[in-house]
């Protein structure tokens, strides 16, 4: 049975990627990051969100694999996904189809 987790910007499912569909797996992970493209990224910061999804689901090992537990991983990213916007890791991408900076306005340093 495919289990999914959606928020803002992460995506998690309980699946492979053949081609372009999604396969249901009880084994595997899927993580979609930024599926709207609202931020834009350097390979360093996507990596940084992968270790951190490897960390998660590691320390969740032994537990149930529920809606419930994809959407705390869920929520974990997002937290990241601030900090990360905060620290100047990764910007709004100002060419995206809706700005709603959904992070928060950006602040001007003073």
């Not at 990051?33 to 996507?46: G, H, I, K, R, T």
């Not at 270790?51 to 529920?66: I, M, N, T």
């Not at 991983?73 to 996904?81: H, M, R, T």
């Not at 990360?84 to 995206?96: T, V």
Request: hydrophobic share 35%; aromatic share 8%.
């Amino acid at each position: 049975m495919l289990l999914k987790s959606t928020t803002r910007h992460i995506r998690i499912f309980t699946a492979e990627i053949e081609g372009n569909e999604l396969q249901p797996s009880d084994t595997v992970l899927t993580l979609d990051v930024d599926p709207d493209n609202e931020f834009n990224w350097n390979e360093e910061a996507l990596q940084k969100v992968y270790r951190q999804f490897d960390d998660l689901v590691e320390s969740y090992a032994g537990q149930e694999l529920s809606e419930y537990n994809l959407r705390r991983i869920g929520s974990e990213l997002e937290v990241l996904l601030r900090q990360m916007l905060q620290a100047g890791e990764i910007s709004y991408n100002l060419n995206c189809r809706v700005l709603n900076y959904s992070m928060g306005v950006p602040q001007a340093v003073v």
